[in-house]
Protein backbone atom coordinates (compact mmCIF):
# COMPACT_ATOMS: atom_id res chain seq x y z
CA UNK A 1 0.00 0.00 0.00
CA UNK A 2 1.59 3.38 -0.72
CA UNK A 3 1.16 6.22 1.46
CA UNK A 4 -0.97 9.40 0.25
CA UNK A 5 0.71 12.05 -1.57
CA UNK A 6 2.09 14.98 -0.19
CA UNK A 7 -0.07 18.23 -1.25
CA UNK A 8 1.46 19.95 -3.92
CA UNK A 9 3.77 22.74 -3.32
CA UNK A 10 3.34 25.55 -5.15
CA UNK A 11 6.32 27.96 -6.90
CA UNK A 12 5.70 31.43 -6.77
CA UNK A 13 7.06 32.13 -10.38
CA UNK A 14 5.45 29.19 -11.76
CA UNK A 15 2.54 30.10 -14.84
CA UNK A 16 0.11 27.93 -13.49
CA UNK A 17 -0.44 30.25 -10.69
CA UNK A 18 -2.58 32.08 -12.15
CA UNK A 19 -5.84 33.22 -10.15
CA UNK A 20 -9.00 33.52 -10.98
CA UNK A 21 -10.68 36.00 -12.91
CA UNK A 22 -13.52 37.91 -10.54
CA UNK A 23 -17.00 37.08 -12.09
CA UNK A 24 -18.48 39.43 -14.07
CA UNK A 25 -20.92 42.65 -12.13
CA UNK A 26 -24.33 41.90 -11.84
CA UNK A 27 -25.99 43.69 -14.76
CA UNK A 28 -28.39 46.31 -13.24
CA UNK A 29 -31.57 47.43 -14.57
CA UNK A 30 -34.17 49.85 -14.43
CA UNK A 31 -38.25 50.44 -14.67
CA UNK A 32 -38.80 50.63 -18.01
CA UNK A 33 -35.50 49.28 -19.13
CA UNK A 34 -36.01 47.50 -22.81
CA UNK A 35 -35.09 44.47 -22.49
CA UNK A 36 -34.54 41.06 -24.97
CA UNK A 37 -34.57 37.67 -23.50
CA UNK A 38 -33.13 34.12 -25.49
CA UNK A 39 -36.61 32.39 -24.78
CA UNK A 40 -39.65 35.39 -24.22
CA UNK A 41 -38.15 38.22 -26.63
CA UNK A 42 -38.50 41.34 -26.11
CA UNK A 43 -40.02 43.31 -22.53
CA UNK A 44 -40.04 45.68 -20.78
CA UNK A 45 -38.78 45.81 -17.46
CA UNK A 46 -41.57 46.38 -14.74
CA UNK A 47 -40.36 46.02 -11.21
CA UNK A 48 -36.80 45.27 -9.65
CA UNK A 49 -35.51 43.37 -6.83
CA UNK A 50 -32.37 44.58 -6.42
CA UNK A 51 -29.60 42.40 -6.93
CA UNK A 52 -32.04 39.50 -6.73
CA UNK A 53 -34.61 39.47 -9.60
CA UNK A 54 -36.68 41.56 -11.84
CA UNK A 55 -40.33 41.56 -13.18
CA UNK A 56 -40.23 41.79 -16.94
CA UNK A 57 -43.77 42.52 -19.23
CA UNK A 58 -43.06 40.63 -22.10
CA UNK A 59 -46.58 41.60 -23.42
CA UNK A 60 -48.64 37.92 -24.03
CA UNK A 61 -46.92 37.12 -20.92
CA UNK A 62 -45.39 38.72 -17.78
CA UNK A 63 -42.14 36.67 -15.78
CA UNK A 64 -39.84 36.79 -13.11
CA UNK A 65 -35.95 36.89 -13.88
CA UNK A 66 -33.54 35.62 -11.33
CA UNK A 67 -30.24 37.31 -10.91
CA UNK A 68 -27.87 36.77 -12.30
CA UNK A 69 -29.70 37.62 -15.68
CA UNK A 70 -27.83 34.76 -18.03
CA UNK A 71 -30.26 35.69 -21.00
CA UNK A 72 -31.32 38.68 -20.29
CA UNK A 73 -29.97 41.56 -22.05
CA UNK A 74 -30.86 45.37 -21.55
CA UNK A 75 -31.45 47.08 -25.05
Known sequence: MRP???ARR???GSPFNVAEP???PVEQFAVRDQVSHDK???GRVIA???D???LVDFGAETRRINAPYAKLVKL
Do not use: S
Open 22 to 24: PPP
Open 10 to 12: RLP
Open 40 to 42: YGL
Open 52 to 54: VAV
Open 48 to 50: VEQ
Open 4 to 6: HAA
